[in-house]
């Protein structure tokens, strides 16, 4: 296919409310890439390496706050899931936000939400490298990042059917691999595995080692490892069928995340005693794995973790792209990164990968000051984009509804109460990060970064008005 230029798109007219879908890109994922996308985006990097932050706060009560915080993802996923179906977009719910109350608040939750998958490539590129280092000591972390970024990026600059290969053979090691710990894990608790023996309820007597204040931390820590989901409703728009994808995924998200979250928490914390320092040090599957005493278990387990850190990798260069594309053609960005070669946004992808390693690299140049500031700045983005979505559902649904009810393909459960409980769940959020010293200073920057973008959104809505 020759190179050619995408037009940037006219913002939305007043007549439909409507943002019309990124041209130009190639439906080349199948349904077969999106069930796993959706099924994969579950098991990230924050399930295999940050839930031992968890357990160490919350102890035995860690399945609680991976229960709370999951039917609170689980009702988020169901309201974007509505708006994916009803207007399938690679911008998602950055679409939806503009189609919903405006173009400041597409523009606002999108570069943010780039921001934060653009960082997020880079941090999951050092933990990959540190654990290729720990088998290979003495070669550079930097230079393995490099290889990795080099690698996928090299991917999500053909076509789009690449990346949906590479994810979905990522994701069937990782839903083997964490199906086959839980199989284990459930023989263990039982007293059937041989060479073991059942812990029995030994180590759930202590179900709040450190009161509220634990589950607060073990609830808050849990909120972020959910991060992932989103990408499938982004990658609905480059699929054979978009409304079925997102129907599909959607539909089966509450039994993913109660099988492969709360599942596993409860496992570990079953099987291994919660104040373990393994937990945290080695990671919690590697952690029982080798409490199980079975052998090479647990260097396996390093290897899939390895593969989930470059899965996430690979669906964050991805996302952050379509969302930078799905921007710059909605008038939102430098339209330079609106050209398409080959049914692939390169530029958008190029320039993903490129903030994706600076990021990297101030970890290395700047780790006392400017790293820790874009840590911070990401911190309760996911939060910001959540409150977008339920507000956006909001408003698109009654509108959907009286204009066009046959898009509801996916509804969201007992309108619009469960829309406004997800509200108040997030406000309640809000309020414990602010309770405690290290998530208020992420309430801070985040809060900054999205004042500057909303008020740079809002100008720039303001002056295209004005010229119109």
């Not at 931390?217 to 978009?242: C, H, Q, R």
């Not at 409304?243 to 995340?257: E, H, P, Y």
């Amino acid at each position: 296919m020759p190179h050619r230029s995408t037009p940037v798109e006219t913002p939305p007219s007043h007549e439909d409310g409507g943002v019309p879908p990124s041209p130009g890109l190639s439906p080349g994922l199948k349904q077969r890439h999106l069930s796993m996308i959706a099924l994969g985006g579950v098991i990230g990097a924050g399930l295999f390496v940050g839930s031992g932050a968890a357990i160490a706060a919350a102890g035995p009560s860690v399945v609680l706050a991976y229960t709370l915080s999951g039917l609170l993802v689980m009702l988020v996923m169901r309201m974007l899931g509505e708006m994916s179906a009803a207007y399938p977009s690679s911008g998602s719910f950055s679409a939806h936000a503009e189609r919903a109350i405006g173009p400041w608040a597409g523009f606002t939750a999108g570069w943010a939400f780039w921001v934060l998958l653009c960082t997020a490539v880079g941090l999951e590129g050092i933990g990959a490298a540190k654990i290729v280092t720990g088998w290979l000591p003495g070669t550079p972390e930097w230079a393995w990042v490099a290889l990795f970024m080099a690698v996928l990026c090299a991917t999500n600059l053909a076509a789009v059917r690449n990346f949906g290969e590479f994810e979905f053979w990522f994701a069937a090691l990782k839903v083997g691999a964490i199906s086959l710990f839980l199989v284990l894990g459930v023989l263990a608790i039982a007293g059937v595995l041989p060479g073991t023996d059942s812990p029995g309820t030994a180590h759930l007597t202590d179900l709040l080692p450190h009161g509220g204040e634990g589950l607060v931390i073990g609830f808050l820590a849990s909120i972020f490892a959910y991060g992932g989901l989103e990408t499938v409703t982004i990658a609905a728009a480059e699929s054979e069928d978009p409304v079925r994808g997102v129907a599909s995924a959607v539909r089966t998200a509450m039994w993913r995340i109660a099988l492969f979250y709360i599942g596993s928490m409860a496992v570990i914390v079953t099987l291994v005693p919660w104040d373990s320092p393994e937990l945290v040090s080695k990671g919690p599957y590697v952690a029982a794995l080798d409490h199980l005493g079975i052998p090479g278990a647990g260097q396996l387990m390093n290897v899939v973790v390895l593969v989930a850190l470059l899965s996430a990798m690979n669906a964050n260069i991805y996302g952050s792209s379509r969302i930078a594309h799905s921007l710059v053609t909605r008038g939102q960005g430098p339209r330079a990164l609106a050209r398409i070669s080959g049914g692939v946004p390169r530029r958008a992808v190029l320039t993903s990968c490129v903030f994706g390693f600076l990021c990297v690299l101030l970890s290395y140049w700047r780790p006392d000051d400017v790293f820790p500031w874009l840590l911070n700045m990401i911190g309760a983005v996911i939060l910001v984009v959540w409150i977008l979505i339920a507000v956006s559902q909001l408003l698109l649904r009654r509108r959907v509804a009286a204009e066009a009810p046959e898009k509801l393909a996916v509804r969201m459960w007992a309108f619009p109460y469960l829309t406004w409980l997800a509200l108040a769940g997030m406000a309640t959020i809000f309020a414990l990060m602010a309770r405690e010293p290290d998530t208020r200073t992420q309430l801070y920057y985040t809060g900054g970064m999205t004042a500057v973008l909303a008020a740079a959104g809002y100008a720039r809505q303001r002056g295209r008005a004005a010229g119109e």
